[in-house]
């Protein structure tokens, strides 16, 4: 699972807060036995990256723990193999 959305950073102040309450994500992966990957933050340089088809080349430090978690995740389940 990985939420995206999550929150988002005030430009003036650099505080992270939650738009939208409380996530559920993690009750989510729990109920259905899956690893939480991440959260991703609502950021105007992703919406205007896409905007643009330059999608490929946004870089966010929110992707590094998920792309981090989903090596893991594939080592785990090569292992088992």
Known sequence: ???NMSYAVCPHCGKRFNLFGGGHAESLATSFDIP???RIG?????AQ???NGNIEQFRSADFEP???A???SVAELKDRA
Not at 42 to 46: I, V
């Open 49 to 51: 990256a896409c905007d």
């Open 66 to 68: 998920i792309v981090e």
């Open 42 to 46: 609502l950021d105007p340089r992703l």
């Open 36 to 38: 939480l990957l991440g």
């Open 70 to 72: 989903i090596q893991r």
């Open 1 to 3: 699972v990985v939420e």
